[in-house]
Nanobody, 130 residues
């Protein structure tokens, strides 16, 4: 069974940092593009960042570009999200998701669309106090 498990969430003050990690199992990790999404109460799930199967291509939502960094380690089957300069509006449950690269080419519109991701983790809570 495919499993994605997020960790690293917590409570930080505005301006602080957190590093989220997603551990994948049950799939050939290096063939999957990986993404991070978040959902705040009463809001739609939104794209945060994504990385191609190789780790060469990355995409970021405008709201986090310059503050967040996505990375992956295919030897460890993990994808991380380093979050710096956190703001109250960053508070949400953060989800890790896997998109099979065999489905086609990789580009922003694909990476940012939640519906293309086949597998999802259960999420990790990030809260930001001001």
């Amino acid at each position: 069974q495919v499993q994605l498990v997020e960790s690293g969430g917590g409570l930080v003050q505005a301006g602080g940092s957190l590093r989220l990690s997603c551990a994948a199992s049950g799939l050939t990790f290096s063939t999957y593009n990986m993404g991070w999404f978040r959902q705040a109460p009463g809001k739609e799930r939104e794209f945060v960042a994504a990385v191609s199967w190789s780790g060469v291509i990355t995409y970021y939502a405008d709201s986090v570009k310059g503050r967040f960094t996505i990375s992956r380690d295919n030897a460890k089957n993990t994808v991380d999200l380093q979050m710096n300069s956190l703001r109250p509006e960053d508070a949400a449950v953060y989800y890790c998701a896997a998109d099979n690269s065999d489905r086609g080419g990789y580009y922003y519109i694909r990476a940012a669309r939640a519906a293309v991701y086949e597998y999802w983790g259960q999420g990790t809570q990030v809260t930001v106090s001001s």
